[in-house]
């Protein structure tokens, strides 16, 4: 079975081939500098894009594999949640094909296919913990098959993947700023007491950040010199070693806090979910390194495997929701061409119509 993916929900376009669970081969244009001069991604200016470069990927990703849009046999597509011109770029796309080609078409949960992503690389057993920290959710998931997800807990607040990006942020640093508070915060000290670790002490699953964007934002109001007079990636031979290191032990504590939030709120699911098999984590923020280390950590003293998908899967890419489309057709799952795209903030329908 032949199964093309494409992933369109937000900044990045992704189109991928999964031929029976293994992939094929992958096209991804990332959109991070189109939408890094405003600070955030301008979902106008996204969905132009995406409808630019879908018809060019998709062309060169059949030519190079020398296959042809006829041998696909499920067209798998991201309809949510996301951003709500980018998906509908996707789902018509997904849709013209699907007319054109007589395939099945499939409408993936963009945030299972996050979590699902890592069966690419290694058999997933469930039940399983999920963990999907992302620049858009946080979201903790029991999964019992990649049809059964059940929400255990959410954030209320800012993502995960906000609170770096706002970090980021506060102190001039580029945007999307995840992965550079990540690798500045390699080469500091973590202070344990700097931030407080905001929300734990409560009986329920939820995250909030709100607490922690506040005290990192009054942090830099009282070291004022840790921002950057021009946006950009602090060089220590030019603004000084000192500067510098205060900044990388602030960004170091900042990483150790968030990682020991999702720390408490994950120790509390396997407490309260026995026989959980393997504990998945995924989503953009599960690149960050202190996560892994982290989650590794939290999984080995359960005696459970951690699933991490390598970084590449980690981030928005088409693999994963071909592969998600892969699973679904395989339980003789299919969407009809009423297919609907759906927003941040909407919960995504289980609509699909099975054949078994
Ligand atoms: O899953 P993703 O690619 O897109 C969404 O669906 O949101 O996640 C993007 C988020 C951004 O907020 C980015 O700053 C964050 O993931 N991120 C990281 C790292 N790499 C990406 N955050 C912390 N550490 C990283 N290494
Ligand atoms: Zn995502």
Same mark, same amino acid.
């Given at each position: 079975?032949?199964?093309?993916?494409?992933?369109?929900?937000?900044?990045?376009?992704?189109?991928?081939?999964?031929?029976?669970?293994?992939?094929?081969?992958?096209?991804?244009?990332?959109?991070?500098?189109?939408?890094?001069?405003?600070?955030?991604?301008?979902?106008?200016?996204?969905?132009?894009?995406?409808?630019?470069?879908?018809?060019?990927?998709?062309?060169?990703?059949?030519?190079?594999?020398?296959?042809?849009?006829?041998?696909?046999?499920?067209?798998?597509?991201?309809?949510?949640?996301?951003?709500?011109?980018?998906?509908?770029?996707?789902?018509?796309?997904?849709?013209?094909?699907?007319?054109?080609?007589?395939?099945?078409?499939?409408?993936?949960?963009?945030?299972?296919?996050?979590?699902?992503?890592?069966?690419?690389?290694?058999?997933?057993?469930?039940?399983?913990?999920?963990?999907?920290?992302?620049?858009?959710?946080?979201?903790?998931?029991? &999964? /019992?098959?990649? %049809?059964?997800?059940?929400?255990?807990?959410?954030? $209320?607040?800012? =993502?995960? @993947?906000? *609170?770096?990006?706002?970090?980021?942020?506060s102190l001039n640093?580029?945007?999307?700023?995840?992965?550079?508070?990540?690798?500045?915060?390699?080469?500091?000290?973590?202070?344990?007491?700097?931030?407080?670790?905001?929300?734990?002490?409560?009986?329920?699953?939820?995250?909030?950040?709100?607490?922690?964007?506040?005290?990192?934002?009054?942090y830099v109001n009282s070291n004022p010199q840790l921002r950057m007079?021009?946006?950009?990636?602090p060089?220590?031979?030019?603004e000084?070693?000192?500067l510098s290191?205060q900044r990388n032990d602030m960004l170091?504590?900042?990483?150790?806090?968030?990682?020991?939030?999702?720390?408490?709120? &994950? /120790?509390?699911? %396997?407490?309260?979910?026995?026989?959980?098999?393997? $504990?998945?984590? =995924?989503? @953009?923020? *599960?690149?960050?390194?202190?996560?892994?280390?982290?989650?590794?950590?939290?999984?080995?003293?359960?005696?459970?495997?951690?699933?991490?998908?390598?970084?590449?899967?980690?981030?928005?890419?088409?693999?994963?929701?071909?592969?998600?489309?892969?699973?679904?057709?395989?339980?003789?799952?299919?969407?009809?061409?009423?297919?609907?795209?759906?927003?941040?903030?909407?919960?995504?329908?289980?609509?699909?119509?099975?054949?078994?």
């Open positions: 079975m032949l199964c093309l993916g494409i992933e369109s929900s937000c900044d990045e376009t992704g189109l991928a081939l999964v031929r029976d669970g293994k992939l094929l081969a992958e096209k991804l244009a990332s959109q991070v500098d189109v939408h890094a001069v405003f600070g955030g991604v301008v979902p106008e200016i996204a969905s132009r894009e995406h409808l630019r470069v879908l018809p060019v990927l998709l062309t060169e990703l059949l030519k190079e594999q020398q296959l042809t849009i006829q041998d696909v046999d499920v067209v798998s597509v991201a309809r949510g949640p996301g951003l709500q011109g980018c998906l509908l770029m996707g789902l018509n796309f997904a849709k013209g094909l699907v007319l054109s080609t007589g395939a099945r078409l499939i409408g993936v949960n963009h945030l299972w296919a996050h979590l699902t992503a890592a069966g690419l690389e290694q058999k997933l057993v469930f039940p399983s913990l999920g963990l999907l920290v992302s620049g858009g959710h946080t979201h903790i998931y029991l &999964i /019992e098959s990649p %049809l059964k997800f059940t929400l255990l807990g959410r954030t $209320l607040d800012d =993502a995960a @993947g906000e *609170a770096f990006d706002k970090t980021a942020k640093l580029p945007y999307p700023g995840g992965k550079l508070v990540d690798d500045l915060g390699k080469l500091g000290t973590v202070d344990k007491k700097l931030f407080p670790v905001p929300y734990v002490n409560n009986d329920n699953l939820d995250f909030s950040f709100s607490g922690l964007k506040t005290a990192v934002a009054t007079d021009i946006m950009g990636i060089d220590p031979s030019v000084g070693i000192e290191s170091a504590s900042f990483n150790y806090t968030v990682a020991r939030k999702l720390q408490i709120k &994950i /120790e509390r699911a %396997l407490e309260r979910n026995h026989g959980i098999k393997s $504990l998945i984590v =995924a989503g @953009g923020v *599960a690149a960050n390194s202190v996560v892994r280390r982290v989650m590794s950590r939290v999984a080995g003293r359960s005696s459970i495997p951690l699933v991490l998908p390598s970084l590449h899967l980690c981030t928005d890419n088409g693999a994963m929701i071909a592969y998600a489309g892969y699973l679904m057709a395989e339980a003789g799952c299919r969407h009809n061409l009423d297919l609907e795209a759906i927003p941040r903030g909407r919960v995504v329908p289980s609509d699909w119509i099975c054949d078994n």
